[in-house]
């Protein structure tokens, strides 16, 4: 779509009026128009208004007024810094009113603020704008803090965690009151709704059912079809289920779609499809995953119990936004590659049934020898089962590897890895860079003879020898850990390979540069040096950085935190830092230096339920790492005095 142009971080799209250009909003400030021959404007320049405070903040929502046509007014919402210095205020969620005043050649676009939220904390901005059939501005806020402590999202006094509706089209400035809003004389007479979390994307249906997609905490992603005075659950529910307590207050309305963080991680809200290209989806709301970048269609009413709804496709993106022509057809936005395509009816041909035999993969039962065996020093915990790795390049290509330790994989290179349980095989896990859409991933299950595997159309589980429950991930997993922050590719790293010597002893590296496998070795290697967890002989600091390098660091390089073996311990963000008391009240720290037994840490790394970490593919306690974060906490020195 638009000539193949990308753009940085685009939040929302949005077109006015059937042959208007559309308007994209850049997460750093910009608001561009462009036209379907991809000719391409700055039509205003918000960058010193839209500050990205933190990593959900900057340029997030926008509206195209119901009378464009006349007054060429949009509006937008965004953080900004504060600018006094009022206590505990740490910045603003604005919205505002743009319009082109005219007078020259350039754009020349006033900005009218319209609603302001002083800020105290990070994160959970919310900030979908749209316009209700009833011409009134609805806006989405965040609950204002993580895990929503002070309990802003049910207080209909505050402004937090709610669906607003407000009159900007009346006249009044900065907004009109609307009379009939459920909380007039209970409350905030803008509050419509009650009880989000972080409700980063609404729309409304042709019939005016609103749909809102409130962004999950720890394990569940919902989306609402709200309703004037209703409470949506949060803090108290995510989803259907209980956020903090093994009870929970069941009042209030429940979603109509819910999914588990095992299909994604965090939610984007779409449309309910009005358009004519795709028409297995008439009559449904199409809604996708920011992590998974797993697109999702659910019927627009009659949905009586949460449910994930109907598979549509894996797109490999980064998601972060659905936008709606003015015929009804869908467009979907690539946050990380900052492309935008249009979605169109592609290939509804049944998938045919594969098994690793049948793509060449096997002969008499085990990996084929012309696939490349490898080893990682540092693995991620599965429940205790053994893994084996290959990887296969296609002929004549070669791996390039950087300076810190990283590769670029040729298009059609395979990475697999076989997990067993004893001597039977259980899974064989593949991925493979497709040249349209990147890195691919598939999950294979092992017959009972261990001949061939199958591949799954989705997540399942098996039971292992001793009774326990392995699960195999559904498709749309794969992207939550091999995600674009981490570069896709997890294991295969020079720091996880380096410690290995081929049959011959000559360095694994080395001996691939030298077979043509690798292109060539870096002249200067900064990747940092890993070492086996396990291993008691090992220095206890470099143990401890190597399981968290192989088990954590692909999620956790965000928000002031950096879990990469190369990142210091200040710069890991662990240490002597205030850890949340909602769901820890006796552990003040997630590391507590000399005090594992008080560090969120350990009791994170040895917990089983919710708050387990991996979250992913981990059902068993690995005993011996909370025995090494034990020993390795332990022998820190104290925090300092505060």
């Known amino acids: 779509m638009f000539g193949g142009r990308a753009f940085a971080q685009p939040t929302r799209l949005a077109r006015p009026l059937p042959g208007a250009p559309f308007y994209v909003l850049e997460k750093g400030g910009r608001v561009l128009r462009v036209r379907d021959d991809g000719d391409t404007e700055e039509w205003a320049d918000l960058t010193s208004l839209a500050r990205e405070v933190d990593e959900e903040g900057g340029l997030l929502g926008l509206a195209i007024s119901p009378d464009y046509a006349k007054t060429g007014e949009i509006f937008v919402s965004y953080t900004t810094a504060a600018r006094e210095a009022s206590e505990g205020v740490k910045f603003r969620f604005v919205v505002s009113r743009l319009r082109d005043v005219g007078g020259g050649e350039l754009p020349n676009v006033v900005v009218e603020p319209v609603l302001t939220l002083d800020r105290t ?125 093994a009870t929970c207050p069941d009042d209030g309305a429940h979603p109509v779609v819910e999914y588990s963080h095992v299909e994604g991680q965090a939610v984007v809200g779409g449309y309910e499809y009005r358009g004519k290209n795709v028409p297995r989806f008439d009559g449904k709301y199409v809604y996708g995953d920011f992590v998974s970048g797993r697109i999702w269609a659910v019927p627009s009413g009659g949905v009586t119990r949460p449910s994930v709804g109907e598979d549509v496709v894996d797109t490999g993106m980064f998601l972060s936004g659905f936008a709606e022509d003015v015929d009804g057809e869908l467009s979907v936005i690539d946050y990380a590659t900052g492309k935008i395509f249009r979605l169109d009816p592609g290939d ?30 540092a693995p ?168 968290i390098q192989g088990n954590c660091a692909h999620c956790h390089r965000t928000r002031g935190f950096d879990f990469r073996a190369s990142a210091s311990l200040e710069e890991m963000g662990l240490l002597c830092r205030t850890a949340y008391a909602t769901h820890f009240p006796d552990a003040p720290e997630l590391v507590s230096p000399g005090k594992p037994e008080s560090s969120v840490l350990v009791r994170r790394v040895a917990d089983t339920g919710d708050i387990r970490m991996p979250p992913l593919g981990r059902r068993v306690v690995d005993d011996a790492a909370v025995r090494l974060f034990e020993r390795w906490i332990g022998a820190m020195p104290p925090c300092p005095p505060r």
């Open 121 to 245: 904390d990070g994160w959970h901005h919310g900030g979908a704008l749209a316009f209700g059939p009833d011409r009134a501005l609805y806006v989405s806020t965040g609950d204002g803090a993580f895990g929503d402590p002070r309990r802003d999202a049910p207080n209909p006094n505050t402004l937090f965690g709610k669906i607003l509706r407000i009159d900007v089209l009346g006249g009044e400035r900065p907004y009109g009151l609307y009379a009939d809003n459920p909380f007039v004389l209970t409350g905030r007479s803008e509050v419509y709704a009650t009880g989000f979390r972080n409700p980063w994307s609404m729309s409304f249906g042709p019939t005016g059912r609103l749909w809102v997609a409130d962004v999950g905490h720890f394990r569940w992603e919902e989306i609402d079809a709200v309703e004037r005075g209703e409470h949506y659950g949060w803090p108290d529910r995510e989803g259907t289920h209980c956020a903090f307590a």
């Open 380 to 547: 991620l915990y599965s429940d205790g089962l053994a893994k084996r790795r290959w990887i296969s390049v296609p002929d004549g290509e070669t791996l390039s590897l950087h300076g810190d330790g990283t590769f670029d994989f040729p298009p059609g290179t395979m990475l697999l890895k076989e997990f067993s349980d004893g001597p039977r095989k259980v899974e064989t896990r593949l991925m493979v860079n497709d040249a349209a859409r990147g890195w691919l991933g598939y999950s294979f299950a092992w017959n009972a003879e261990g001949t061939d595997a199958s591949l799954l159309p989705d997540g399942a589980t098996a039971t292992l020898a001793d009774g326990r429950v392995w699960d195999f991930p559904a498709r749309s997993a794969c992207a939550t850990c091999h995600n674009p922050t981490a570069g896709r590719v997890l294991g295969f790293q020079a720091s996880q390979l380096e410690p290995f010597r081929d049959g011959a002893g000559t360095p694994l590296l080395e001996a691939w540069a030298r077979g043509g496998l690798v292109h060539a070795l870096p002249e200067a290697p900064a990747w940092p040096k890993l070492v086996n967890p396990y291993d008691e002989r090992a220095d206890l600091d470099t143990r401890a950085r190597s399981y």
């Open 348 to 377: 509804d041909t049944p998938e045919e049934p594969a098994t690793l035999a049948s793509l060449g993969c096997l002969v008499a039962g085990d990996m084929d020898a012309r696939l490349v065996p490898y080893d990682v020093v």
